[in-house]
């Protein structure tokens, strides 16, 4: 299995930007999906978006347009950018890997919060 490493989190005002890293301790092509969640402060974890093992990109409808995800495979990490920051886009952003065999892996997130 392969380890899960988020960073890029921070505090940024609305109307900012964000990039968010996922490494992997080992090959993307451990997975057939790959994705981002969040979870904010009372609230379940939702899926934000994810990409295919072909690099197809889906998103969730109120994230679309504003988040892009990619990867660069030869570095073993999955990127979120998030443009234009809202404060209802605070949340702790979880990056998830599905195996071939239907596991999941989770990383440990990194806390996003948009705040004037």
């Known amino acids: 299995q392969a380890d899960l490493v988020e960073s890029g989190g921070g505090l940024v005002q609305p109307g900012g930007s964000l990039r968010l890293s996922c490494v992997a301790s080992g090959s993307f092509g451990r997975f057939s999906v790959m994705g981002w969640s969040r979870q904010a402060p009372g609230k379940q974890r939702e899926l934000v978006g994810t990409m295919t093992s072909v690099g197809t990109t889906n998103y969730k409808d109120s994230v679309q347009g504003r988040f892009t995800i990619s990867r660069d495979n030869a570095k073993n990490t999955m990127y979120l950018q998030i443009n234009n920051l809202k404060p209802e886009d605070t949340a702790v952003y979880y990056c998830?890997?599905?195996?071939?065999?239907?596991?999941?892996?989770w990383g440990q997130g990194t806390q996003v919060t948009v705040s004037s």
């Open positions: 998830y890997g599905r195996l071939w065999v239907d596991i999941d892996i």
